[in-house]
């Protein structure tokens, strides 16, 4: 037991509090300095008092390493986190979410001209994505072999139906009045989809896309924990564990966090300049 | 009613597909058996060897149910092979974890709401947790609880509580800010408590928020469940029936399981939603 660091980690978390009300009830609490400063210090704080804990107890490694030892670990081993990310979020995530966010819009502009197929389709697709789909990973690994195919193939099952059933519901987005405009200018089916129905289709489904972002991943590497080359995030965890290396499996993780939210990011970035028009946008 | 019909066509329709595909999938190791015994086969032979394999690439929707059937009603329920005993146990910590992750992520709603320091520090991090691969960890934390002498339900329970926290702790706060500035004027009009308030305006308009993310927490707390019990070493719950299936080549088995599970987060989101209309149909709510 190390005394120090628990009554450093004890101050510590106190003062950041202390300090963090006041930002926080004071009158700069609106600007942009706060907004930003409140979170991140309350994340370090999370970070220093995990640390002063794991230390001052004195905390095996097996059970819960230090972010120090995480950071290390992660300097120490980059070629492999890098490898891991390139067969997991490259190879199979990212291709697994063009493909199936592709196939879904697709799937859902060919069923627009048919009210039937949508009426039958939209429940059964909503039904769908309620559902525990990663269990379809088994039968894709069975399928599709152990490298990444495998797991695109989970990660465009499980984008699909989300994807599609906004999709859906975005194209029926215009009103009804903006339909009206465009059959006086005697605009064709092709040209009401392409330049009012689409476009206001586009937050519906930058909404899909970025609910979408978080399964690929996940997809992506549960898939890996039925089987997998000997490289790939979820490959990685499941044996590191097995190993008790902890500090490689929090350090992994991170690589995943840090994955997972900049891809978020990047669909949010992406939305913002297609989406300009829109009112969430403009605030 | 009126999307009934539709719903039974694309049901049929899929159905269909599934017959096509499960006699292409398994038309290659029929006609491998049939070259090794050197005996010609007829199409129709092909088609019914293909839809009674006993270990098909793909299998037929009558071998899935009629492995359902067996292992759920003609098996004894305390019977390891039954689809309900390993059900009942996926269920059993899907709901613990469910009730425990719900409750502290209302209980943190509350707290963001009433306090503008946890409202800046926490929240950003709470909606950016929606974007992190939480499920990754679950392997981490199975081992190192079993480590530490913790096993059995609780683990695979907090891998639940975890997943169901965020989504309730997004969607109440959302909800328990849903009063107009109206209404919270003629409270203060009213001279009400912050209690009052709270208990009489905010609680119950944040009722039609909650029900929302309940529906989205208890099948992610579902999900979360299955993919804990695969680390441990496949031994119980319907995550362990689909990985022991992986490991032997049981398809029938690994689809079986698929479809229990598909039934319970059915059959959980359905009872939610009867909550749902009931509880927003008493407080007047009903849309």
Same mark, same amino acid.
């Given at each position: 037991?190390?005394?120090?660091?628990?009554?450093?980690?004890?101050?510590?978390?106190?003062?950041? +509090?202390?300090?963090?009300?006041?930002?926080?009830?004071?009158?700069? $609490?609106?600007?942009?300095?706060?907004?930003?400063?409140?979170?991140?210090?309350?994340?370090?704080?999370?970070?220093?008092?995990?640390?002063?804990?794991?230390?001052?107890?004195?905390?095996?490694?097996?059970?819960?390493?230090?972010?120090?030892?995480?950071?290390?670990?992660?300097?120490?081993?980059?070629?492999?986190?890098?490898?891991?990310?390139?067969?997991?979020?490259?190879?199979?995530?990212?291709?697994? +979410?063009?493909?199936?966010?592709?196939?879904?819009?697709?799937?859902?502009?060919?069923?627009?001209?048919?009210?039937?197929?949508?009426?039958?389709?939209?429940?059964?697709?909503?039904?769908?994505?309620?559902?525990?789909?990663?269990?379809?990973?088994?039968?894709?690994?069975?399928?599709?072999?152990?490298?990444?195919?495998?797991?695109?193939?989970?990660?465009?099952?499980?984008?699909?139906?989300?994807?599609?059933?906004?999709?859906?519901?975005?194209?029926?987005?215009?009103?009804?009045?903006?339909?009206?405009?465009?059959?006086? +200018?005697?605009?064709?089916?092709?040209?009401?989809?392409?330049?009012?129905?689409?476009?206001?289709?586009?937050?519906?489904?930058?909404?899909?896309?970025?609910?979408?972002?978080?399964?690929?991943?996940?997809?992506?590497?549960?898939?890996?924990?039925?089987?997998?080359?000997? %490289?790939?995030?979820?490959?990685?965890? $499941?044996?590191?564990?097995?190993?008790?290396?902890?500090?490689?499996?929090?350090?992994?993780?991170?690589?995943?966090?840090?994955?997972?939210?900049?891809?978020?990011?990047?669909?949010?970035?992406?939305? %913002?300049?297609?989406?300009?028009?829109?009112?969430?946008?403009?605030? | 009613?009126?999307?009934?019909?539709?719903?039974?066509?694309?049901?049929?329709?899929?159905?269909?597909?599934?017959?096509?595909?499960?006699?292409?999938?398994?038309?290659?190791?029929?006609?491998?058996?049939?070259?090794?015994?050197?005996?010609?086969?007829?199409?129709?032979?092909?088609?019914?060897?293909?839809?009674?394999?006993?270990?098909?690439?793909?299998?037929?929707?009558?071998?899935?149910?009629?492995?359902? /059937?067996?292992?759920?009603?003609?098996?004894?329920?305390?019977?390891?092979?039954?689809?309900?005993?390993?059900?009942?146990?996926?269920?059993?910590?899907?709901?613990?974890?469910?009730?425990?992750?719900?409750?502290?992520?209302?209980?943190?709603?509350?707290?963001?709401?009433?306090?503008?320091?946890?409202?800046?520090?926490?929240?950003?991090?709470?909606?950016?947790?929606?974007?992190?691969?939480?499920?990754?960890?679950?392997?981490? =934390?199975?081992?190192?609880?079993?480590?530490?002498?913790?096993?059995?339900?609780?683990?695979?329970?907090?891998?639940?509580?975890?997943?169901?926290?965020?989504?309730?702790?997004?969607?109440?706060?959302?909800?328990?800010?849903?009063?107009?500035?109206?209404?919270?004027?003629?409270?203060?009009?009213?001279?009400?408590?912050?209690?009052?308030?709270? /208990?009489?305006?905010?609680?119950?308009?944040?009722?039609?928020?909650?029900?929302?993310?309940?529906?989205?927490?208890?099948?992610?707390?579902?999900?979360?469940? =299955?993919?804990?019990?695969?680390?441990?070493?496949? =031994?119980?719950?319907?995550?362990?029936?689909?990985?022991?299936?992986?490991?032997?080549?049981?398809?029938?088995?690994? /689809?079986?399981?698929?479809?229990?599970?598909?039934?319970?987060?059915?059959?959980?989101?359905?009872?939610?939603?009867?909550?749902?209309?009931?509880?927003?149909?008493?407080?007047?709510?009903?849309?």
């Amino acid at each position: 037991m190390n005394w120090g660091w628990l009554i450093f980690a004890l101050a510590f978390w106190a003062g950041t +509090y202390f300090l963090n009300v006041r930002i926080a009830n004071s009158r700069w $609490s609106r600007t942009r300095v706060a907004r930003i400063g409140v979170p991140v210090i309350f994340g370090i704080t999370i970070l220093v008092v995990w640390q002063g804990i794991v230390r001052g107890l004195d905390v095996p490694m097996v059970i819960l390493p230090a972010p120090t030892d995480i950071w290390l670990r992660m300097i120490e081993s980059v070629p492999t986190l890098w490898e891991d990310f390139v067969q997991t979020f490259v190879k199979g995530a990212l291709t697994g +979410y063009v493909i199936g966010c592709g196939a879904a819009v697709i799937t859902a502009i060919l069923i627009d001209r048919s009210p039937f197929l949508q009426r039958g389709l939209l429940p059964v697709g909503n039904f769908i994505a309620a559902l525990p789909i990663v269990g379809t990973a088994p039968i894709l690994v069975m399928w599709f072999g152990f490298d990444w195919q495998s797991k695109a193939a989970v990660v465009v099952v499980m984008v699909f139906f989300p994807m599609l059933v906004n999709t859906v519901e975005g194209l029926a987005a215009s009103t009804a009045m903006q339909r009206d405009l465009m059959s006086t +200018y005697s605009a064709s089916y092709r040209q009401t989809l392409t330049k009012l129905r689409l476009p206001a289709a586009m937050p519906f489904i930058f909404n899909g896309l970025k609910i979408t972002t978080t399964l690929a991943l996940i997809g992506a590497i549960v898939a890996e924990f039925f089987g997998s080359p000997i %490289k790939g995030m979820g490959f990685r965890i $499941s044996t590191e564990v097995g190993r008790l290396r902890l500090d490689m499996v929090w350090a992994e993780i991170a690589v995943a966090a840090i994955a997972g939210s900049a891809f978020y990011g990047a669909v949010a970035l992406i939305e %913002k300049g297609v989406t300009f028009w829109h009112p969430s946008q403009r605030g | 009613m009126r999307n009934i019909v539709p719903i039974l066509v694309v049901v049929a329709a899929i159905v269909v597909v599934w017959y096509g595909a499960a006699v292409k999938m398994n038309a290659q190791w029929a006609l491998d058996q049939a070259a090794r015994a050197e005996v010609e086969l007829s199409f129709g032979e092909l088609v019914t060897d293909t839809l009674s394999q006993e270990r098909p690439r793909l299998p037929a929707p009558h071998q899935v149910v009629a492995e359902l /059937w067996d292992s759920t009603v003609g098996k004894s329920i305390t019977s390891k092979r039954s689809l309900v005993f390993h059900g009942w146990i996926t269920l059993s910590s899907t709901l613990l974890g469910f009730v425990f992750g719900t409750g502290l992520g209302i209980l943190l709603a509350i707290g963001i709401v009433h306090s503008r320091a946890m409202d800046m520090g926490v929240m950003p991090w709470a909606i950016a947790s929606q974007t992190i691969p939480i499920l990754a960890i679950a392997p981490m =934390i199975i081992v190192v609880l079993n480590s530490l002498g913790v096993t059995g339900i609780i683990p695979k329970a907090i891998i639940s509580a975890y997943l169901s926290f965020f989504p309730v702790v997004v969607g109440m706060v959302k909800g328990l800010r849903s009063p107009a500035p109206m209404d919270l004027d003629l409270m203060h009009t009213y001279s009400a408590s912050r209690g009052q308030i709270f /208990w009489k305006l905010r609680m119950p308009a944040s009722m039609p928020y909650l029900f929302a993310s309940l529906k989205v927490g208890i099948a992610a707390a579902l999900v979360g469940t =299955i993919v804990g019990e695969l680390p441990t070493g496949a =031994i119980r719950g319907l995550g362990a029936r689909m990985l022991s299936g992986s490991y032997y080549g049981q398809t029938v088995q690994i /689809w079986s399981a698929l479809f229990a599970a598909a039934i319970l987060a059915a059959i959980l989101v359905g009872t939610i939603g009867i909550i749902q209309r009931r509880a927003l149909k008493r407080m007047g709510m009903a849309t």
